[in-house]
C-alpha cells in the first residue's frame, strides 16, 4: 500500500524540471490536514467534480441549448473533452496531470446559461455593479459560493488551481487577479488549459455545426485544417459515410493540433532555456503556442465559424431569446430580491443586490432559467 508521499517522491523523480510539483503548492487558503493517499492536486479535481456548480454544466448551452437535441455538446461535455486534451498533452509533455486536468475541469464553471450570449448580456447588466466574466466567476464560485465545509465558505482549493482558473485565458482587468501575482506567468499546466480548450470547441463545433445541419462541408471550403485533415482521411476510406468521414476528420484535426503544440511548446522551452516553473513565471507572455503556421490556420477556421456557424440565424434567434429572458430575470430580482429563494435572498444582506442575483442567474441551467422566466412573467405559469 503506497500513501501521499510516494506518489510526491514519484513526481519529483519523474516530472519535467518545470512542472508544478504537488509538493510544492503555496497551499489552501484555510489550513488542512493532508491526505493520507492523495495530492493536493488530487484532492482539488475530486472537490471540483464533486461540486454543484460542476454539475450544472450538464444543462448548460455549448452551442447548441439543451433541447435542441441530444447529440450536441453542453458545457459539460465540453469540459470533459477539453480535459481529455489536457491530460494527453500534459502527461506527453511530463507535466501534472493532477493540476492541468483540474483547471481544465473548473475552466468553465462559471459559465451562464445559453452559453456566451448569456455571458454578454449578464456582462452588460452588471456594468455598473463591478462587470461579470465568467473565468472571475469560475473562482467565486470555488471561493466563495459552494458550500461544503462548516469552517470555511468555498472548495478551499490550492493556490495554483485558483490562480489557473483566473489566469487561463486573457487575465488583464480581472478584479481578483491582484491576489495571484499578476504580473507573473501561471505554471504552463495552467496556459495548456486555454489552447486545449480552443482545440475542443473548435473541433466539436464542427462536428455539432455539421450534425444539425447548420453547417455544410462546402462552408468549409478553403479552410486548411479542416480540408487538409478531411482528403487525407477520404483518401483512405474513400467508400465511407459522411458521418464516418466527419468524425475521422475531426478526430485527425485534433491529434493533428495537439502534436503541434507539444511540439512548438518544446522548442519554446528549449529556446528560451527553461528549466524550473520560475523561469516558465518569469517570461513575458506564454510559454505554451502552436508553430505560427497551424496558428494562422486555427485563426482562419475560427473566421469560417464565426462566419457560418456562430451568426446563423438559428443560433442569432437563441442568442436574442436568452437576451429577452436573463434581462427580465435581472430586471425582476433587482427591483423584488425576495422574488428568489430565501436562501439566495438573504445573501443581499452580506454582498450588493445586484452581484447576488448575478450569482443566482449565472449558476443557472438552460431549463431553469426557462422555467424561471415563465413563471415571473406567463400569469398562468404556477409559482
Known amino acids: 500500500m503506497h500513501e501521499r508521499a510516494y506518489f510526491e517522491k514519484r513526481e519529483k523523480e519523474g516530472l519535467a524540471p518545470y512542472a508544478m510539483l504537488s509538493s510544492a503548492s503555496r497551499g489552501r487558503e484555510h489550513a488542512e490536514p493532508e491526505h493520507r493517499f492523495r495530492m493536493a492536486f488530487q484532492r482539488d479535481r475530486d472537490r471540483i467534480i464533486h461540486s454543484s456548480g460542476f454539475r450544472r454544466l450538464e444543462y448548460k448551452t455549448q452551442v447548441f441549448v439543451n433541447h435542441e437535441g441530444d447529440?450536441?455538446?453542453?458545457?459539460?461535455?465540453?469540459?470533459m473533452e477539453t480535459a481529455q486534451i489536457t491530460r494527453t498533452i500534459a502527461r506527453a509533455m511530463l507535466l501534472n496531470v493532477d493540476l492541468a486536468e483540474t483547471i481544465a475541469l473548473a475552466h468553465d464553471m462559471g459559465h451562464t446559461p445559453f452559453g456566451h450570449a448569456g455571458e454578454e448580456v449578464l456582462?452588460?447588466?452588471?456594468?455598473?455593479?463591478?462587470?461579470?466574466?465568467?473565468n472571475s466567476q469560475s473562482l467565486r464560485i470555488v471561493e466563495v459560493l459552494e458550500r461544503r465545509y462548516p469552517n470555511f465558505p468555498g472548495l478551499n482549493l490550492t493556490f495554483?488551481?485558483?490562480e489557473g482558473i483566473v489566469k487561463h485565458s486573457a487575465p488583464q482587468?480581472?478584479?481578483?487577479l491582484a491576489a495571484f501575482d499578476p504580473e507573473l506567468e501561471p505554471p504552463l499546466e495552467a496556459q495548456l488549459v486555454d489552447l486545449c480548450d480552443e482545440i475542443a470547441y473548435n473541433s466539436h463545433d464542427i462536428d455539432d455545426g455539421l450534425q444539425s445541419g447548420m453547417l455544410h462541408a462546402e462552408d468549409l471550403d478553403g479552410v486548411e485544417l479542416w480540408?487538409?485533415?478531411f482528403v487525407a482521411v477520404k483518401g483512405r476510406n474513400p467508400a465511407a459515410d459522411f458521418s464516418v468521414l466527419r468524425y475521422q476528420t475531426v478526430r485527425a484535426m485534433i491529434d493533428r493540433l495537439v502534436i503541434d503544440l507539444i511540439e512548438?511548446?518544446?522548442?519554446?522551452?528549449?529556446?528560451?532555456?527553461?528549466t524550473t516553473v520560475d523561469d516558465i513565471r518569469a517570461v513575458a507572455g506564454p510559454v505554451a503556442g502552436f508553430s505560427p503556421q497551424i496558428a494562422g490556420q486555427v485563426a482562419a477556421l475560427k473566421e469560417r465559424l464565426m462566419e457560418r456557424l456562430y451568426r446563423h440565424h438559428r443560433v442569432r434567434r437563441m442568442a436574442a431569446k436568452?437576451?429577452?429572458?436573463?434581462?427580465?430575470?435581472?430586471?425582476?430580482?433587482?427591483?423584488?430580491?425576495?422574488?428568489?429563494?430565501?436562501?439566495?435572498?438573504?445573501?443581499?444582506?452580506i454582498d450588493p443586490a445586484a452581484r447576488v442575483v448575478a450569482d443566482y442567474i449565472a449558476g443557472m441551467t438552460d431549463r431553469f432559467a426557462l422555467e424561471e422566466y415563465a413563471k415571473l412573467y406567463d400569469p398562468l405559469e404556477r409559482v
Request: charged letters at 25%.
Open 71 to 79: 447529440y450536441y455538446r453542453t458545457r459539460l461535455t465540453h469540459t
Open 264 to 274: 512548438n511548446t518544446e522548442a519554446r522551452l528549449k529556446e528560451l532555456g527553461i
Open 227 to 229: 480540408q487538409q485533415s
Open 123 to 134: 456582462s452588460l447588466l452588471m456594468q455598473e455593479h463591478g462587470g461579470f466574466d465568467h
Open 160 to 162: 495554483e488551481v485558483r
Open 322 to 349: 436568452a437576451k429577452r429572458v436573463m434581462t427580465g430575470i435581472f430586471r425582476a430580482y433587482i427591483e423584488d430580491p425576495a422574488q428568489m429563494p430565501p436562501h439566495i435572498a438573504g445573501r443581499a444582506q
Open 173 to 176: 482587468g480581472r478584479g481578483r
